[in-house]
Nanobody
Framework: QVQLVESGGGLVQAGGSLRLSCAASGSIFSINAMGWFRQAPGKEREFVAV????????SYADSVKGRFTISRDNAKNTVYLQMNSLKAEDTAVYSC?????????????????WGQGTQVTVSS
């Protein structure tokens, strides 16, 4: 079992920045990768970014590439999503997820555990 707790969401003006955190606990040594997803009202959940738990490989959705950065603090077992140059279309509930085995990083079905989500609202 892995427990994930997100924090850091809020309201920000367009062009601003936010940093989301996802603290992992439990069977963290079995984690393969950690991903961030988001879901806007009336839309399906979509992939944002992913980082391998060990090794540091990363991948980003085209819509956030160059603006968002995913990173990990090994000592704190926490994964971050630094979001810069935020746009109104980034408004969504952001959730982190843990993948325990192999799979396609951008697909929600590949992830085994999910956090509760944190709201990000970008005003234009």
């Amino acid at each position: 079992q892995v427990q994930l707790v997100e924090s850091g969401g809020g309201l920000v003006q367009a062009g601003g920045s936010l940093r989301l955190s996802c603290a992992a606990s439990g069977s963290i040594f079995s984690i393969n990768a950690m991903g961030w997803f988001r879901q806007a009202p009336g839309k399906e959940r979509e992939f944002v970014a992913v980082r391998s738990w060990n090794g540091g490989l990363t991948s980003y959705a085209d819509s956030v590439k160059g603006r968002f950065t995913i990173s990990r603090d090994n000592a704190k077992n926490t994964v971050y999503l630094q979001m810069n140059s935020l746009k109104a279309e980034d408004t969504a509930v952001y959730s982190c997820a843990a993948m325990m085995s192999g799979g396609i990083w951008s697909r929600t079905g590949a992830y085994d555990y999910w956090g509760q989500g944190t709201q990000v609202t970008v005003s234009s």
